[in-house]
C-alpha cells in the first residue's frame, strides 16, 4: 500500500512540472529559428528552451526587485534591472542589453570629455 501512495506522488510531481508556460512558445520558435545554424527545431528543445526563458526572466525580475528600491512601493524599473546586471556578477553578462540610463547632457558632457583627452593625446 505504501508503493501505491509513493506512486503516485511520482505522478503529481511529474504532472506538476509540466505547468504551462508564459511566453509564446511561436515567439521562441521564430527567435531560434533567426539563427543561420539552426534548420530544425525538436518540439522538447522548444518547450525546454520556452521554460528556461521564462525561469531565467523570473529570477532577474525577482533578483532586481528584492534588490531594487520599488520594494516599499511595490514596483519593479528599469534602473533596476540595470542595477542588478551591474551588481551581480551573475548577470553581468546583461550589462550592454541593460546599460544605466544616463541624462543626454551627462552623455555630452563625456563624449566631450573624451574628444578633449583624443586631442591631447596627439
Known amino acids: 500500500m505504501k508503493m501505491s501512495q509513493n506512486s503516485s506522488g511520482k505522478d503529481d510531481q511529474a504532472s506538476g512540472s509540466k505547468k504551462p508556460i508564459s511566453l509564446p512558445i511561436s515567439r521562441v ?9 539552426v534548420s530544425s527545431i ?22 532586481s526587485f528584492n534588490n531594487g528600491s520599488g520594494k516599499e512601493s511595490n514596483t519593479l524599473s528599469y534602473s533596476d534591472l540595470a542595477n542588478t546586471a551591474q551588481e551581480t556578477e551573475t548577470f553581468h553578462f546583461l550589462t550592454d542589453i541593460l546599460p544605466k540610463k544616463i541624462l543626454a547632457q551627462d552623455y555630452l558632457n563625456s563624449l566631450e570629455q573624451m574628444q578633449e583627452e583624443e586631442g591631447a593625446d596627439y
Open 42 to 63: 525538436n518540439q522538447d528543445a522548444l518547450f525546454l528552451t520556452t521554460k528556461a526563458t521564462e525561469l531565467f526572466v523570473q529570477h532577474l525580475a525577482l533578483s
Open 29 to 37: 520558435r521564430l527567435i531560434m529559428k533567426s539563427s543561420p545554424d
